[in-house]
């Protein structure tokens, strides 16, 4: 009765201070984010990390645990980073000669807007539900955004060390997360919880390695398909469709 009380009275004061509430969570998402890439990170590596770890340095090597871990890791990240150079080496000037073409083109785009904004403005004076002020200003600012994004996109390391860290130290930190929930948790439900937990984890990681696979197919076949067709931007378009392929139905 105490907790559905208190419960009542968190939901009435999230209710009640929504935009307060939204902050909040945005401002807890953002202090998250590094830990939540990190985990994702070390998510997909780890497959490769235990492999390495089980079958090479400890099966056919017959390593320490200490050394075999800690290569295991180093192994599996230069060979990440190796792939993702190997395949960066073929396109990052073509990649490089589209973005210099699209930011010489940016401007333009962005004058185009403006003017066909203020153009609407003009001929749409009835129409006293836009706030033009508030259109305009956000246009006005959108640019210098945009190149303070991708300006700071690859300088936050943050979620690299974390996932190292979290990789290193997996099974520390699973073994304190079992206490947890075997303390707050009935022990028939904390084992069905652990249960599902690692069958989740093992179809989740199945998914995002076949899902890798089959985005690199795709932004194979597109790269191929605007080459014969002499598309523009081609690396570009490839690249953006592999990518954003992983992400189900959207891409």
């Known amino acids: 009765a105490l907790a559905f009380v208190l419960g009542a009275i968190l939901i009435y004061i999230f209710i009640g201070h929504f935009n307060v509430t939204l902050r909040l969570i945005g401002q807890i998402t953002h202090l998250l984010s590094p830990f939540i890439t990190g ?35 180093l192994v599996s990240y230069l ?10 080496v073929f396109i990052i000037p073509q990649i490089y000669e589209s973005l210099s073409d699209l930011t010489q083109l940016l401007p333009v785009w962005y004058n185009n807007a403006v003017a066909f904004l203020e153009q609407f403005e003009e001929t749409h004076t009835a129409l006293s539900f836009i706030d033009y002020n508030v259109l305009n200003e956000k246009i006005y600012s959108a640019l210098p955004k945009i190149v303070d994004y991708l300006t ?17 130290d997996h099974k520390i930190i699973f073994y304190h997360f079992k206490r947890l929930m075997y303390t707050i948790m009935p022990k028939q439900t904390a084992d069905t919880t652990r249960s ?9 990681s199945s998914f995002i390695i076949g899902k890798a696979i089959d985005s690199l197919i795709i932004g194979i076949i597109c790269f191929v398909c ?22 189900p139905y959207f891409g």
């Open 39 to 73: 985990a994702f990170i070390a998510f997909v590596l780890y497959p490769l990390v235990h492999l390495l770890y089980r079958d090479v340095f400890i099966k056919r090597f017959k390593m320490a645990v200490r050394p075999a871990k800690m290569l295991s890791i």
């Open 79 to 88: 060979l990440a980073i190796g792939i993702i150079t190997v395949l960066l």
């Open 152 to 168: 700071g996109i690859m300088t936050n390391i943050l979620p690299v060390i974390v996932s190292v860290y979290m990789i290193s």
């Open 196 to 204: 599902i937990l690692r069958e989740s984890g093992n179809i989740f």
């Open 226 to 247: 605007t080459t014969i067709f002499r598309f523009p931007y081609a690396v570009l378009l490839s690249v953006i469709v592999g990518i954003t392929n992983i992400i």
